[in-house]
Each structure stands twice: as C-alpha cells, then as structure tokens.
C-alpha cells in the first residue's frame, strides 16, 4: 500500500474544509469558522419582507442552493412568514419555529405559536419557514387524493392473508408516482438540507445565534442543526422529541416505539371510555365494554365496507383504526369526540371517519414520506422486513396492521416505502447527536405521547452534551399542545435563559 505523502494529506485535509464535510458526509471544522449553511459560496439570501394576512404578519421568499454541495445545481425558493414581536422596545430577536411532520408547515405554524404563547411572541419575531417539499416552498407530490382513497379502501385493519405483500404492492406505487410527479426535487429533501437552509435563515434574519422552538418532527431538524453549528445556539427547545439514533440509524428500533406508544394511548382511551359513561357511551357494558366494540367494529367494517351509491369505499375498518391514530395527539381532551366517533362509526356514518378525511392529506403525506425516507436507510431483506412488521403488528394488535400494511402516509408507516426507495440520499445526517460546545439545550417529553414516545425524549436528553429534560405528565403529543406548564417554562427559558424544574403536569 502506498503511503500518502504530506503533500498529500494536505491536499485531502483542504478539500474535505472546502467541502465542509468529513468522509462521512459531516461538517469537519468548527462551526464557528464556518459561513452560514456551513459551506463556503453560499450568499445569504435577502428578504423582502411584506405585510400579508392580518396585522403583524409579514411574508417574505428565500432562496437557498437546491444542492449545498454543488452549488451549481441551481436554487430553491423557501416560503417564510414571520410575526414581529409586539413589545419592540425589549425585542430579543427572531425564533424559529417548526411543527413537525414531516411535512407540516413552519409558516401555518407562526399563527399557532402567536397566539399560544403571547408572552413569547412580545419579545421575539416569530418566523416560520416551509421546509424543502413542503406547501409553499416546492411541494412533493405522490399520490393524489383520489389515489389515496382507491389504496385505502384495500388496507385490511386485521391480518388477511396477502396483506404484506398488498403492503408492498401500495409502496410500489407510490414510489413510482413519486418520482414521476417530483422525480427532480426528491434527491435534495432531506433533513441535513433543511438544517442548512435554517442556518441561512439565521444569517438572513440578522441574529448572530438562533433561537428554535421545534415541536414534533421539528426536534429533528432541531437535532441535525444542534450537531452541525452547536456555536450558533442561543436558546433551543426540543418539544415532542425524537430520539436521533434510532430514527436515523436502527428504524426497526425506532419503529417498534411509535408501534407500542400509539397503541398504549388507544387503551388507555378505551379504559376511560369504559370508566367515564358520562363522556363515552361507545360500547355495552353488558357486551364487553368498549374494548370488545371496538374490535367487533374494525371486524365488520373490515368484512363489510359502507359504500357509496357507486359503490366506492367511503368508510372501512382502516379508515376508522387511522383516523383514531391521528386524533389521539389531541390528548384527554379529544377523548370524547373520539368516542362520539365511534358510535357515528357504528352507525355507518361516513362523516366522522371516512376515507374523505384523511386522503386531503396526500400531500403532506408525499413530503412525510419523501423526508423520512431520504433520512433513514432500512435493511436491504424484504424477509427480515416482513418478519418485523409482524412482530410489530403483535406488539399493537389494534392499531399495528394499518400502519404495517396501509399505504405510505404519516410516519408510523415507512417500512415497506422507505426499504425499496431508490431516490439518493443525498441530505442525509446519520451522527454525531452530543451537539457538544452548544448552550443548554431543553428537551421536553410526555409520558403519554403517542405519537413521539416519551423514552426517545429521554434518550435524547442524554446523548446531549449539555440537554436538559422537561417531563410532562400527561396524554396527547407535545407540551406545547397541550400543558400551559410546559410553555410557561419554555417562554422563561427562551427569555431569561433559565432551565425550569424536572416536570410539569398536562393539561386535563
């Protein structure tokens, strides 16, 4: 083997800092010595802001490099929208925000945090952003709505035979309509990108250190920019979190935990029900209780579909099973409309969860997909694959089979989409996650979330150099959806600098 010269390693060592990026695809010197994006060439976009919608709101457009590392690929338009603070005279600064998904939108988002978090909108300008592939800013697009209720009305709630490889018909087709409709933006969505456009943001903005509010998937995104420019923290809130690892790197790990935390909130909402006849009258006591009806319902829709005059599915035992999936982030609160819906259910009426509801959904689906799938690499076997998904589906017997063998849409279900997807990775972070040299970083976690388990909030407060965890006792997805504690200590922090108590109680 030849031994490189010192000429040589010079040479190598310069490129890998022109490039920003280590043999891993990491950012290889400190962030501090770094442009903003973190790679030399890059302009920080100007914004021209202009008033749009009601009073305090400004828009404005960004572009950023559709590929950061070959500038030359050309440029993206980012869509933001910000809310200037409301007491100018002791304004901080900006702080971003983002709702998760993925797929949500951070400019949708802006309005949400106004008006929940008054105090905090007082001192900063609130700004969001729709990241790459989302709403405003390049959009992917997969299936259409019609498409997704055609692929729905196939989805078995409980084992049939075939379902797996139904499952895997549907990701079939829906990566092809992938890349057919948005083959050309697909290679640049991913979570490392989206970091670096906010870090361009930051610069655009003014602030020489950001402050973020991430809620959901918005930890990600918080998590990639907290390991890529842990200098530029001033103040950082990871709400709802995700744990990094496991998401990035062992989905199967990371999978099994969203599997077990969904169907632990459906039972314990099918406890209360049974418990509160005054809330929930779904389900005889005398027959079982509300547990039995429920699995009595998911069978017979399952078998017997309500159909419509032309004999299209318009409501069937996976519609329902989804529907209670996305409402339960709603917390005890949702509680009782999720009972109310499921005795409209078992009437066949097709208003309360019918598959109208959630196929409006297609688009933020496709970006939820597009983004998952361009961060996270499954293991190539299609039998190692098949194997877990059954596993997993035992594991969460109610609420397991939709998510295994339903069509590509909200982040349960990736398995079969993201194992066979062929669009290159090329924003994708796998690591480090200690962000070390970064301020104090708030992690904050509900015991009963169902949708980002609370253990992956403290896994994450631990692999951070300096986080610090904000436990929520509670139901429903997020502090900041649901416990006036939680933003309470969020807004202190983000003003005063200060780290609140171990806990805080949910709303009830």
Known sequence: MRTMTRLGRGVCLLAAVLLGVTAGG???????????????????????????????YQC???????????????????????????????????LFVNPGGPGGSGTNFVTSVVKRMPDLAARFDIVGFDPRGVEQSRAVHCFDAAQMRQEWAMVPAQWRPGAFERGQDSAARFEAACAANS???????????????????????????????????????????????????????????????????????????????????????????????????????????PATAFDA??????????????????????????????????????????????????????????LDSFSQMADFFAANVAVECADRVYPPSTLELQARLAFEVASAPRTGPVMAWGPPGYDHSHGNICQRWSQPRLSRYAGPWSAAGSAPIMVVGTTGDPDTPYPDAVALAGMLANGRLLTVTGEGHSGFGHSVCAREAET??????????AQCPGDS
């Open 26 to 56: 990491q950012l290889a010197v400190a962030d501090s010595d770094l442009p903003p994006g973190g790679l030399p060439g890059i302009p920080v976009p100007e914004l021209a802001w202009q008033a749009c919608g009601d009073a305090g």
């Open 297 to 354: 319902l998911v069978g017979d829709l399952s078998d017997n579909p309500v159909r419509d005059e032309s004999g299209a599915v318009t409501l069937n035992g996976s519609s329902l099973v989804y529907e209670i999936l996305l409402r339960l982030n709603g917390a005890r609160a949702a509680w009782p409309a999720i009972g109310r819906m499921l005795q409209q259910a078992a009437a066949h009426d097709t208003k309360a969860a019918g």
């Open 492 to 501: 202190a922090y983000f003003t005063e600098l200060t780290m609140p108590g």
């Open 183 to 289: 083959g050309d933006i697909l290679p640049y969505i991913g979570t490392e990108y989206v970091a670096r456009d906010m870090d361009l943001l930051r610069a655009a903005v003014g602030d020489p250190q950001i402050n973020y509010l991430g809620v959901s998937f918005g930890t990600m995104i918080g998590s990639v920019y907290a390991n890529l420019f842990p200098q530029r923290i001033r103040s950082f809130v990871l709400d709802g979190a995700y744990n990094p690892e496991t998401y990035a790197n062992d989905p199967y790990a990371y999978d099994y935990g969203q599997y077990v935390a969904v169907e632990g909130a459906l039972n314990r909402f099918l406890d209360w029900c049974a418990a509160d006849r005054a809330d929930c009258q779904f389900g005889d006591p005398a027959q079982g209780g």
């Open 60 to 94: 404005a457009s960004a572009e950023v490099p559709l590929d950061y590392r070959n500038p030359g690929a050309g440029n993206l338009t980012l869509a933001l929208r910000r809310h200037t603070a409301t007491d100018s005279g002791r304004r901080i600064g900006s």
